[in-house]
């Protein structure tokens, strides 16, 4: 062999050297379990990691790696609903597909990806006003569906790299818990900012509820059963649709949705909207809460919330 030829090698190997190591590093910590085929980190330091920088990967892989036949999609609103409690009522065993921001379309997107994993029978979809907008778009869901596809991408995402990160941080050093945000400061801020976010722009999603109904379709066609919950918000955060004359927009979003599935309403002037302490802050509900929006979900009497037809 050449000392040209050798030289190259020697090039190539440092190369490739610290490649082969990352591709280890993350098969081993792999922190969204797409491998699984490691249990150097345990699963409360991954899981932790995983739902802080990606949730929509993360419960989209748990998923694929064990699905069931009943499944709960929504955003971070939809998180505290208590599956223990559900399958109390149904016998059923209930996956919670949340992801934190999530849009419409995602969580429609979401619910033909689980259907490629399982035979679906039970669908649970939390929804509001507030994702009803053809400016609430995202397209998260297919990147996902690319990295479960192509394990390459898996390995060399940077989201990955700081997932690997912190759940070494988090195995080493303990899970740390964080939120030491001011509720009331923060409240204020979801009042004021977080409704302008969602409110100040606003177009009717055409394309959106299209597809929402081909999705309901599906499940009548199906017979799979299909809920959808209008998720509460406090009052404070709901009269924001007054400052933004979008009133009409959520009685016809109510209307609308009425018609593809078994729709309970919660978000609507009661018990739960008027009290501050049953919520978190202003668009998520405390486990108390949750408590009572399953237990009128699969109970034959509403306690709170109110049918739509």
Known sequence: MNTELKILLRKGFIFILPIIAWVCIVVTIDPFNYFNLSKTISQQSKEKS???????????LQFKNHPTTSIIIGDSRIRRLPIERIKELTGDDYYTLHSNSAKLNEIIDLFWLTNKYAKLENVIIGINFN????????NRVADVQEMIRNPFIYIFNWNVAET???ALKNEFYGIQKNDRRNKEKFWKHTISTVANNHYSKYRHPDSTIKRLRELGEYCLKNKINLNLIVV???KEFHDRLVDFNLTKEEIQFKEEISSIGRVIDFDYPNSITDCKNCFTDPIHTTDSISMIIVNDLFTDSLVVGKLLQ
């Open 50 to 60: 995983a739902q802080k920088l990606n949730s929509l990967l993360y419960n989209s």
């Open 131 to 138: 994702l009803y907008n053809e400016f609430a778009y995202s």
């Open 164 to 166: 690997v990160y912190l």
């Open 232 to 234: 509460p918000h406090h």
